[in-house]
Every structure is written in C-alpha cells, then in structure tokens.
C-alpha cells in the first residue's frame, strides 16, 4: 500500500509526458531547435507543469513530507558550483541530441522504443562511472605514478 501513491504519480506522470508530446523526441528537438521550424508549444507544457508542481512543493515542503507519508528529498545548496555546471550542460546536450531526457527516456523503454533503450543504458553506464567517481574521490585513492 505504501508503493500505491508513488505508482499511480509515476502513472500519471508518464500519461501527460506522452500526451503533451514530451516524450516525442521529434517535437522535443524541434522546441530546442530555434534556427530552423521551432515548435514553442512545449514551452506551455512547461509553464503549465510549473503552475501545477510550484504549489504543490510548496504545500508538501511546509507539511514536511510527502502526502503518502514518505521522506521527501529536496535540493538544500543555493550555490552554483562545477558540478552543477557540467551535470547541467552534459543533461543538456544529452537533450539536446537525443531529443529526450531521462523521464521521457524511461517511458518510451517501457514501450520498448529501441533508442531509448541505448539512452537508458547510456544512462545507467554514467550513473555508475559517477558512483565509482565519488567513490574513489571519498576514499582519498590516488593512482600511483
């Protein structure tokens, strides 16, 4: 019973990426690209999914947790720093090049979508070279000379 909310949002979640055209790499790529034919009409998707989330954050931050009982994990550092910067241009490119990101990414896996199923493998390669990164930066290990 505990999963029941997180799924059902996960649900929803992946409904309106495909309705809005999210999760079309197509529309997304013709959004990014403003030189040629660019499509703005994502720009209202996400306007209207700020509209919707800032509000419900802001409830869920003052209630402090999240509305099925569970730890909610949000962002503490102001600062922008080298991490963010590069983390923010590689999730861009990827974007940018692939036409999705990993939300969308997840959701055309899960219709079996053969480019997301790279992109996510891609993903999850990095995600691990990142977590063996942090790994030996923790634990002071250097290469020998």
Known sequence: MAYLAPCLSGILFGMGLLLSGMANPAKVQGFLDISRNWDPSLALVMVGAIGVSWPAFRFVKRRGGGVAGCALY????????VPLVVGSLMFGAGWGLAGICPGPALVLAGYGFTDA???VSAMLIGMVIFELASWVKGHGIRRSP
């Not at 949000?74 to 720093?81: E, H, N, R, W, Y």
């Open 74 to 81: 949000l962002p503490t550092k102001q600062a922008v720093d």
């Open 117 to 119: 199923l790279y992109f």
